[in-house]
């Protein structure tokens, strides 16, 4: 059994830690799985939809998941099917891709790069305050903790939240273009 499959079994038993754990594990490759699709919908959320869904059907033991990895293989399954319906509501289907065969496999985690995980804290520590702030937040509490919890937490609006989250990411992205961080090839 894969450490996958073991969160979400510790999910369907109620452990909410555990799906929290089982989301940190497959985010990336539901959002891999959506990469595709970005031209048509907004990626960001159909995978919060699909992470919600799932954390409906795991407290939902009528409908067993089996085979390795099967948690993950519904759930990039769910984001596709949750993309393509959202495109078509959208009127753009003519963004749609239309091989999906590519998409079956799932990429192994990258080998650590130390010295992309140096330009990341460098450049994350010349952030402007609010921004950070917004950011560490996010990454501390995004998983568990919706962003108006988050904002509320940091005496700030939701809107004023998702404003630094932004610009924090657009600081991050300069900064790390400035040290020559190929992003095109990590965020493709």
């Known amino acids: 059994m894969t450490e996958i499959d073991s969160a979400f079994l510790a999910a369907r038993a109620g452990d909410a830690e555990a799906f929290a754990d089982w989301m940190g594990r497959v985010e ?12 048509a919908v907004d990626v960001e959320g159909v995978v919060q939809e699909t992470l919600m869904r799932m954390w ?22 769910m984001a596709r099917n949750l993309a393509r319906a959202e495109a078509r509501r959208l009127g753009r289907e003519a963004h749609l891709p239309i091989d999906d065969s590519l998409e ?22 010349k952030l402007s305050r609010k921004p950070r702030e917004a950011l560490l937040a996010r990454v501390r509490y995004g998983a568990t903790t919706p962003d108006r919890s988050v904002a509320k937490l940091l005496l700030m609006s939701p809107n004023t ?25 990590i965020l493709s």
Do not use: H, M, Y
Not at 29 to 34: C, N
Not at 57 to 76: K, N, Q, V, Y
Not at 105 to 125: H, K, N, Q, Y
């Open 28 to 39: 990336r490759p539901i959002r891999f799985g959506l990469r595709r699709f970005a031209r």
């Open 56 to 77: 409906l059907l795991a407290r939902d033991a009528s409908r067993p998941l089996t085979g390795e990895d099967a948690s993950l293989r519904f759930a990039i399954g």
């Open 104 to 125: 079956d496999s799932v990429p192994p985690d990258p080998p650590s790069d130390p010295g992309l995980a140096r330009a990341i804290r460098e450049c994350f520590e």
């Open 161 to 185: 939240f998702w404003q630094n989250i932004a610009r924090a990411r657009r600081q991050l992205a300069d900064c790390l273009r400035g040290k020559g961080v190929p992003l095109e090839e």
